[in-house]
């Protein structure tokens, strides 16, 4: 049952990364840089944080349900954001490829670990 949900919420996560970068993301692969971020609209960076929150929410729900606890991510995600709105969370990833321009080839994901759900993990 939770090999099943797991394949689930990743074929979720690769369908709304698809979907929703398609249009800024020119690059190769599934991983989103800050130089795509950059690039893309208002709209479009709106639209990946939902689809990421969507993913975080289902297995929180999914962890809820089975009385397990949900993985390290969306443990840290929820530390790191649950206060901010989606708005400011895209607002705190301009800000920070905006004071680090030369890491702009940095996943946005990647940022998003090491720069605010680890250290609020801690």
């Known amino acids: 049952m939770r090999r099943s949900c797991l394949s689930v919420l990743l074929v979720t996560f690769l369908v709304l990364g698809f979907g929703l970068t398609a249009h800024a993301y020119e690059g190769t692969g599934l991983d ?9 609209s208002q709209g479009e960076k ?9 993913v975080v929410a289902i297995e929180q729900l999914i962890a809820d349900r089975q009385g397990t606890s949900p993985s390290p991510f969306v443990q840290a995600w929820g530390k790191a954001f649950n206060n901010l709105s989606w708005i400011e ?10 004071e680090h321009p030369n890491d ?16 609020a993990k801690k």
Do not use: C, H, N
Not at 32 to 40: I, N, P
Not at 46 to 54: N, Q, T
Not at 89 to 98: E, S
């Open 32 to 40: 989103l840089t800050g130089t795509e971020w950059q690039k893309s």
């Open 46 to 54: 709106l639209a990946f944080l939902y689809g990421a929150s969507s």
């Open 89 to 98: 969370l895209q607002q705190l990833i301009d800000k920070w490829y905006a």
């Open 104 to 119: 702009s080839g940095r996943q946005v994901f990647d940022v998003l670990w090491w720069e605010y759900m680890l250290p």
